[in-house]
């Protein structure tokens, strides 16, 4: 069972969430307007490891937050502004 | 099964308000409100009387008739506790607010101090919750 950490909540089984996605980077070197929102939108880069990722926690607040997941192991990390 | 204690629901009436977190901890509740801080900056408050915020201008404040209760007492909310929820009713002090699934459903609980609590879930869901929790 996959345990989510909702900042609100607390642990709660990942079920009780909606994955939003993973938290687009767009690379500073991408400068161009357009080509900055054609990353965002577009341009996924399916890490294996810590990624940034929006998580719903719909059964529980119903609030968007942002996680760090490592993908390999599923382990959820603390947030770090 | 708890033959002695049954579950009623009933429609609850109050306010919904989304407001700044620092103006919701301050906000002068009316005596007659029963407020359950669903996040750091959304209160569901139960009772008559419209509450304010007066620390946000920009609060807003709307009716809210989506959700309906039952008051459970401490051997029910035990009994709950124990097959009905999957993780763990937080500890510390009372009352507080726990929310997540119950039996599946979405629902939240209220934890008084005397181990009794107030069940809420949205109407559109009691009946299923009351089914599977009966």
New interface residues.
């Given amino acids: 069972m996959l345990w989510v950490e909702c900042p609100n909540c607390g642990s709660r089984p990942f079920e009780e969430y909606r994955y939003g996605s993973v938290f687009p980077v767009t690379p500073a070197a991408v400068t161009d307007p357009d080509a900055r929102n054609v990353d965002y939108a577009w341009m996924q880069d399916n890490i294996a490891g810590i990624t940034l990722e929006r998580w719903f926690h719909e059964a529980g607040c119903r609030r968007w937050f942002t996680a760090r997941r490592d993908t390999t192991t599923d382990v959820f990390l603390p947030v770090t502004d | 099964m708890l033959a002695s204690d049954s579950l009623t629901f009933v429609s609850l009436r109050g306010w919904r308000i989304i407001a700044d977190p620092a103006a919701l901890d301050s906000a002068p509740w009316p005596s007659d409100a029963h407020v359950v801080r669903?996040?750091?900056d959304?209160a569901f408050v139960i009772g008559a009387t419209e509450p304010t915020v007066p620390a946000d201008p920009h609060a807003i404040v709307t009716p809210e008739h989506g959700f309906a209760g039952a008051a459970l007492s401490a051997e029910r909310t035990e009994h709950l506790a124990l097959h009905h929820i999957?993780?763990?009713l937080?500890g510390g002090a009372r009352p507080r607010v726990?929310?997540?699934?119950i039996a599946g459903v979405?629902a939240k609980l209220v934890l008084h101090a005397d181990g009794s609590a107030l069940l809420l879930v949205a109407c559109a869901a009691r009946h299923e919750l009351e089914e599977r929790i009966a």
């Fill in positions: 669903i996040s750091p959304d999957e993780w763990q937080p726990a929310q997540g699934q979405p």
